[in-house]
């Protein structure tokens, strides 16, 4: 059964930073690409990043270029997400999901970021 | 890139057919037949019920259906179950910059 499960999430300052972890299990993580997409509360879903199975290839919503960094370490099966300068409208439900042929097919449960004073 | 559009509600009586729309561009649901639609039910995180504009995932309900012409993707949701009351999101791919954009999700009621 494939599983991805959040974690890192918490209330920050703006113009703080996190870094959100993704554990995946289930299947050869190594072998897909994957991506970070968010709600903000009560609205819809917005892609953030991608990565690609070997992490050679990495793109970002122009929200998020130059604040946040995705990463991964097939090693230990594990999707990290550094999120800095982070403000307001950062709020949100962030999801680890997994992709295949342009298209996601699996989510986590998400990890709650919270951005207030 | 702009969300894709969908109506903010839809409703329909259990054995009822509905259908949602996801009205998109030429540089996203009209270039690629990367539509897919999500369930999600709340506090939870989304579910794939339709991949690649009309396929359905293993274990998804056949009562779930998809379509595309031109911009506009479809889904349509027969003999309507009180389970089926969820958020639906539609999806494409946009390309190998933009990747995925998303609808505004539509709010499904079973009366």
Known sequence: ?117 | QSALTQPASVSGSPGQSITISCTGTSSDVGSYNFVSWYQQHPGKGPKLMIYEVSKRPSGVSNRFSGSKSGNTASLTISGLQAEDEAEYYCCSYAGSDTWYVFGTGTEVTVL
């Open chain 1, 1 to 117: 059964e494939v599983q991805l499960v959040e974690s890192g999430g918490g209330l920050v300052q703006p113009g703080g930073s996190l870094r959100l972890s993704c554990a995946a299990s289930g299947f050869t993580f190594s072998s897909f690409e994957m991506n970070w997409v968010r709600q903000a509360p009560g609205k819809g879903l917005e892609w953030v990043s991608y990565i690609s199975s070997s992490g050679s290839s990495i793109y970002y919503a122009d929200s998020v270029k130059g604040r946040f960094t995705n990463s991964r370490d097939n090693a230990k099966n594990s999707l990290y997400l550094q999120v800095n300068s982070l403000r307001a409208e950062d709020t949100a439900v962030y999801y680890c999901a997994r992709a295949q042929m342009a298209t996601i097919h699996y989510w986590g449960q998400g990890t709650l970021v919270t951005v207030s004073s």
